[in-house]
């Protein structure tokens, strides 16, 4: 069973950058594909990147495509969201997700067991 906690969050200026990581315990990591997500006041939470096991593979909402980054190091138990050109729609709490064991990456929600209690991204005009 995956327990995750994520860091990183704050308060930043659009156009500006933060680094989401998440720290995943247990042994098993590397069988967990991961996703973060994330949730505005008032709206549904909503997939923004995802990474298979091996991060050969990784998959982006169209509004951060080219902006985001995920990436994961498997010695460390970690994925981070590398996140530039901040834009005050950025804003949310965001969440890392692990689907698994022997899960692939995927958009949907559900498709995630395990998640973290979220980090605070706020970007002011």
């Known amino acids: 069973q995956a327990q995750l906690v994520e860091s990183g969050g704050g308060s930043v200026q659009a156009g500006g950058s933060l680094r989401l990581s998440c720290a995943a315990s247990g042994r098993s990591f590397v069988t967990y594909a991961m996703g973060w997500f994330r949730q505005a006041p008032g709206k549904e939470r909503e997939f923004v990147a995802t990474i298979n096991r091996s991060g050969t593979g990784t998959d982006y909402v169209d509004s951060v495509k080219g902006r985001f980054t995920i990436s994961r190091d498997n010695a460390k138990n970690t994925v981070s969201l590398q996140m530039n050109s901040l834009k005050p729609e950025d804003t949310a709490v965001y969440y890392c997700?692990?689907?698994?064991?022997?899960?692939?990456?995927?958009?949907?929600?559900?498709?995630?067991?395990?998640w973290g209690q979220g980090t605070q991204v706020t970007v002011s005009s």
């Open positions: 997700a692990a689907n698994g064991p022997y899960g692939i990456r995927s958009t949907r929600v559900y498709d995630y067991a395990f």
